[in-house]
């Protein structure tokens, strides 16, 4: 488990470019002190797009196990 989890947070930091834009608005928001609501909005973007960063690890994870032992 602790293994797929530094895998997990290895993806994540691999591809945390594509985070920046939502990341960016975070900072900006929490800056001009917005609305809790809307920087709540915000979060839970972030944790959707991180959520489907990771599955996505998970699966290619899965396949490369799968042609490593296949090979």
Do not use: C, G
Not at 29 to 55: G, Q, Y
Request: hydrophobic residues 50%.
């Amino acid at each position: 488990m602790f293994l797929l989890t530094q895998l997990l947070v290895f993806f994540l930091i691999a591809n945390q470019e594509f985070q920046y834009p939502e990341i960016d608005e975070l900072i900006t928001a929490s800056k001009k002190k917005k609305p809790l609501a809307e920087i709540k909005v915000l979060l839970d973007t972030i944790r959707r797009r991180s959520v489907i960063i990771m599955d996505a690890a998970l699966k290619n994870a899965k396949k490369d196990k799968k042609r490593v032992t296949k090979i």
